[in-house]
């Protein structure tokens, strides 16, 4: 099976519909899908329902959807960094279904592992909690929280072979292996594909038979959230 696409538009060639629901991977601005966002961005779908850890910030990564309007729901743990996704949220322009990050990252992993849902202490007493089934384990409380599962999950790796082995360098790693799991079709853009058997089996962060489509997004600009800097001391 050829996994390889020429790039981002190919490879979500027939994926895309309005109304559809996107895992997307990355932490911020950080192992984010970019040149997949862009192609959707391009196209023109809309309605989306996106569960991603945040939205990035203004006018980069999910932010760029969020300015097309093209996003109807966020189901995402952080909103602290995107000044266009809370004022959309706040003017009642966007759904936001707000979700404690672990629990999110396992809401995922367990769609990806065809379990529809488990129970969490996370949350319990607070907003998250409200309309969700309680349950008592051991006399403690617990709240049901459901599986993710999307149309689409959009990741983005380090390093990957032409078979579609991934892997994910630090930070990126954190939700992009559970998102990537999630979807119905997962397709990757990588910083660099190397042939079989040039990874180490031992280092493989998600296996070849979750990942459809693979394009290669290089070369990357880095982009900070924030830039922090001081004066420089006089010698």
């Known amino acids: 099976m050829q996994k390889i696409y020429p790039d981002a538009e190919a490879a979500l060639e027939g994926l895309l519909f309005d109304g559809m629901t996107i895992c ?5 601005l950080c ?9 959707i961005q391009k196209s023109g779908v809309k309605d989306l329902t996106i569960a991603s850890n945040n939205a990035g910030i203004d006018n980069e990564g999910l932010g760029k959807l969020l300015r097309s309007r093209q996003v109807k729901k966020m189901i995402s743990s952080y909103v602290g960094e995107n000044k266009e996704f809370e004022r959309q949220y706040l003017a009642g322009e966007l759904e936001v279904e707000f979700c404690p990050q672990g629990t999110l990252a396992e809401r995922c992993r367990a769609g990806g592992a065809g379990i529809p849902g488990f129970y969490t202490k996370t949350g319990v007493g607070t907003v998250v909690a409200e309309g969700k089934e309680h349950k008592e384990f051991d006399g403690e409380t617990y709240i049901l929280e459901r599986g993710i599962r999307a149309d689409l999950s959009i990741v983005k790796g380090w390093k990957a072979d032409e078979s579609g082995n991934l892997v994910f360098r630090k930070t990126a790693r954190n939700f992009n292996q559970p998102m990537a799991t999630a979807g119905r079709i997962c397709v990757a853009e990588v910083e660099e594909i190397v042939p079989v058997g040039s990874l180490d089996p031992d280092c493989i962060h998600l296996p070849s038979i979750y990942v459809k489509r693979l394009i290669l997004g290089a070369p990357y600009d880095k982009k900070i959230e924030f830039r922090t800097t001081r004066q420089r001391e006089a010698a």
């Not at 997307?24 to 911020?28: I, Q």
């Not at 970019?34 to 192609?39: P, S, V």
């Open 31 to 39: 192992g984010i899908p970019e040149r997949l966002i862009d192609a």
């Open 24 to 28: 997307a991977g990355g932490f911020g």
